[in-house]
């Protein structure tokens, strides 16, 4: 098993652009969720699905949406990039049985915003 | 709303040292899921360990062990005898059993702030 998976490793974005963040699993998990993390802020979810065709918001969803058309695949859209956006997004997958299951985490994006 | 605080931002010990990593959560469920992950420098995120809102012993691991106590709101992580490659980022999570929206055992995780740890040789 791959596990978890995320594309790309890094971005460099100008303020305006959009790009999609891949995050890929094949462990056949229903549960999977979108965090940044910031320096001193910890993990932040931003959207987070049950399963496909389901999803909801996070934290801070403001300025990405997702869809989950498949269970494999979940990817996290910026429609128009800001500076504020800049940080390291983890995707992470968990079985949908219950919240006492440990999620895995993909490798994470490194995305810096000009 | 459930809360994680770690309130150590950074801690740095020589190798050899204990050190003990605090977490303090708030939660209004009565059930409830903690978690301690690990961020190495190379940046992914290792899970560490589980513990639930009912069972309160504490668990060794090797090196590792972790001290639960409802009555603080505690679940503190201890490194006995650290190492150089402890060295890391660590991180305390809290997860409810219900989303307060219904029910619902989505589970959503909630993270403190991390705490970087330096074990210097």
């Known amino acids: 098993n791959a596990g978890v998976t995320q594309t790309p490793k890094f971005q460099v974005l100008k303020t305006g652009q959009s790009m999609t963040l891949q995050c890929a699993q094949d462990m056949n998990h229903e549960y999977m969720s979108w965090y940044r993390q910031d320096p001193g802020m910890g993990l932040r979810l931003i959207h987070y699905s049950v399963g496909a065709g389901i999803t909801d918001q996070g934290e801070v969803p403001n300025g990405y949406n997702v869809s989950r058309s498949t269970t494999e695949d979940f990817p996290l859209r910026l429609l128009s990039a800001a500076p504020s956006q800049t940080s390291v997004y983890f995707c992470?997958?968990?079985?949908?049985?219950?919240?006492?299951?440990?999620?895995?985490f993909g490798p994470g994006t490194r995305l810096t915003v000009l | 709303a459930q809360k994680v605080t770690q309130a150590q931002t950074e801690i740095s010990v020589v190798e050899k040292e204990d050190v003990t990593l605090d977490c303090v959560y708030e939660?209004?469920?009565?059930?409830?899921?903690l978690f301690w992950y690990k961020q190495p420098p190379s940046g992914e995120l290792v899970f560490l360990i589980r513990r639930n809102s009912f069972d309160e012993q504490n668990e060794i691991s090797g090196r590792y062990s972790w001290n639960f106590q409802k009555s603080t709101s505690s679940f503190n992580f201890t490194i006995t005898a650290s190492q150089v490659v402890d060295s890391a980022v660590y991180f305390c999570a809290l997860s409810e059993a219900a989303d307060g929206a219904g029910g619902t055992s989505y589970g959503k995780l909630t993270f403190g702030q991390g705490t970087i740890l330096t074990v210097h040789p």
């Open positions: 939660t209004r469920d009565t059930t409830y899921y």
């Open positions: 992470a997958s968990r079985l949908q049985g219950g919240p006492y299951n440990e999620q895995f």
